[in-house]
Each structure stands twice: as C-alpha cells, then as structure tokens.
C-alpha cells in the first residue's frame, strides 16, 4: 500500500487568480516534500523497469545498471552516472520518446553537456543498429555541430550499447540509491522525514 503525505496546511483558492501571497507560501514551503517524493518516485520507477526486457537479452532495469556500474568503473563522477542509471527511465512510459522523459527528469540538477547527452542518447546509440530496422544509422551527423556530439558519441559508444550483456555483474539498483538522493533529496529535515515515509 502507498504511503501517502498529509501537508500540514493547504491554500485555499479554488483558482490560480484568486490566490493570494500567503497561499503560495504554503506551497512553497512544501515543496521540498514533494521533492522528496520525486525521488522516491525515481527509485520506484527503476524497479518498474525489471518487469519489461522489450526483445532485449537483459530487462531494461539491467540495461539501465551495466550502463550505470560501466561509468562507474570508468570514474565518471556521480552526476555522469546518475545520467547514465537514469537515460532510460521512461522506456516504458513513452517508448517512442524516452530520451526526453529523462532529460526533462534530471535537467535542474545536471550540466548542459549531460543534458545534452541524455536528451539526445536515443538518436546517437541508433548509429547501432538502425541500419538494421530501415532507418539512417548516420542521423546522430546532423548534430556535428553540437559540442556536446563527441562527448555523447563517447557515452554511447562506451557505456550504453555495450549494456546488455547477460553475463555482466552490475552493481544493484540499491547501490545506486545514495547517487539519487544526493541529487534529488533536499537537504532539508522536512524532506527527509517525507523521504524516509516513503522507503
């Protein structure tokens, strides 16, 4: 059963037009609550995605942690490996636009450059295999231009495509927990209490 989080105060317009400056500090004070249960709401996300493998050789879960373990072990920083845990999380809430479910998930706590990638990872992990389903595996060209191109070709090329190995010893999505609160818990007693009701 859900947890669900009672605000101690709540506004009281029934439009946006009618509310006042008091309301909106009800809301703003809460707001670090409802940051925390984004975070919650990443986690319990990432274990959705062990249900589906798509056709592919291991779940999207398991995709989405070789990515992650593989950046890990290559030293990239947390926020990098956030990225790569995360590049997938919205496999199976918009399969035909995932990139930018992500994207648009990590975009207020990450550099332009890992935006960049992660919003665009689906276009440039196509150079694969999109040769193989009738599509121009050469549409990562039109953004040569960007340059952010390299350092997303690189994520791809060393991190992502190579993510679905059977045989790979991924860390476990628990080890990874700590990364995501770091970037998506405030650090605030509110939201931690919020936090911890939610696990």
């Known amino acids: 059963m859900a947890t669900v989080l009672i605000m101690n105060a709540k506004a009281s317009f029934r439009s946006f037009e009618e509310s006042t400056e008091a309301d909106w500090k009800i809301i703003q004070n809460d707001f670090p609550v409802t940051q925390a249960m984004a975070a919650a709401n990443i986690i319990e996300q990432l274990r959705i995605l062990e249900r589906d493998d798509g056709g592919f050789p291991v779940t999207r879960l398991e995709h989405s942690l070789q990515t992650a373990t593989r950046a ?66 050469n549409t990562r060209e039109n953004y040569r231009d960007s340059p952010y191109f390299e350092y997303t070709e690189e994520f791809c090329h060393k991190y992502d495509q190579t993510a679905f190995d059977p045989d790979y010893k991924s860390a476990s999505l628990d080890s990874f927990i700590p990364i995501i609160e770091k970037f998506f818990v405030p650090q605030t007693e509110a939201a931690t209490a919020a936090y911890s009701a939610l696990r």
Not at 91 to 119: C, F, Q, R
């Open 72 to 137: 890990a072990e290559d030293g990239r920083d947390d926020e990098y490996i956030m990225c790569a845990l995360l590049h997938d999380i919205g496999d199976t809430l918009a399969p035909m636009n995932h990139p930018s479910i992500a994207a648009g998930i990590i975009k207020p706590y990450v550099s332009e450059a890992n935006h960049w990638m992660v919003e665009h990872h689906g276009i440039f992990q196509g150079y694969y295999f999109w040769h193989h389903i009738g599509a121009d595996r």
